[in-house]
């Protein structure tokens, strides 16, 4: 039996990942979540991601910790990396995953239901919104508890989300946080009673906005803080211009006038 389900709703394609009993996070899950995933970003009929838990206060735990044992035990007693190298990804696709859901041309939610820490909540951190449960009991990274860090993006995304000095915080503590305090810190946009309905309330309203101007506004926001502010500039007044060239655009801006009668005015 997998791991992963997908269900639509209307343009919304909801990804549930459960691994009973903890709902960890392993090399046979990020395969299936990235499957699952690369299908909904490939179909035109998906306009909106929704990710969530399948197990009841668990959104996603965190990666395998014995997984991760075994490939600590494989690669050896290496030296510490240089600091320019790249670190290897926990689960080979796993990385492969995270980065896709930052870069696809859709608007991707995060519907936290519960526990969200270490892998599960880089995942969370990839995605454009995060909607979290009030009573989640945990959402964090605490990789160094175990003598690691954090290896799928959360030591370069949580800076840009909450800033260096407090996510320097949780990360070289560990520390993690309940659903309504990620809310008032601004490590999740809403911490709600029930997540899944709040995140595809806000997916049917992504789903009236054309896909075009969507995807170009995540794509240029996504890279604002990666470039020279004139290069971005640049970027986007290119880009504005061939947004006017698309069919949803013109539609857009076509349902977006006012009635004959109120242009004389």
């Known amino acids: 039996m997998g791991l992963v389900s997908v269900e639509r709703k209307a343009g919304t394609a909801v990804i549930t990942y459960a691994n009973p009993p903890l709902g960890t996070m392993t090399v046979q899950g990020s395969e299936e979540i990235l499957a699952a995933f690369e299908a ?24 395998d910790v014995g997984e991760l044992s075994v490939m600590s035990d494989t690669i050896g007693d290496a030296r510490p990396p240089a600091a320019e190298a790249t670190p290897p990804r926990p689960g080979g696709t796993f990385g492969a995953f995270v980065d896709l859901l ?15 820490m270490g892998g599960g909540f880089e995942i969370a951190l990839a995605c454009d919104l995060r909607i979290a449960a009030l009573d989640a009991a945990a959402i964090g990274l ?47 946009h809403e911490a709600v009673a029930d997540p899944l309905a709040r995140a595809l309330e806000i997916a049917a309203e992504l789903e009236t906005r054309g896909k075009d101007g969507l995807a170009y506004a995540k794509r240029l926001t996504r890279a604002a803080l990666d470039r ?19 069919a949803s ?17």
């Open 40 to 63: 909904c970003v490939a179909d035109d009929a998906v306009r909106v991601v929704v990710l969530t838990g399948g197990l009841p206060g668990i959104f996603i735990r965190h990666y």
């Open 102 to 116: 930052a870069s696809a041309p859709k608007p991707v939610i995060a519907a936290i239901n519960g526990l969200c």
């Open 142 to 188: 605490p990789e160094t508890r175990a003598g690691i860090f954090p290896g799928g993006g959360g030591t370069q995304r949580l800076p840009r989300v909450i800033g260096e000095a407090k996510a320097l915080e949780m990360i070289l503590l560990g520390k993690v946080v309940t659903g309504e305090k990620a809310a008032e810190i601004g490590l999740v």
């Open 228 to 246: 020279p502010l004139a290069e971005g500039l640049a970027d986007e007044r290119r880009s504005f211009v061939e947004i006017l060239k698309t």
């Open 249 to 265: 655009a013109r539609e857009g801006l076509r349902a977006a006038r006012p009635p004959a009668a109120l242009q004389d005015l």
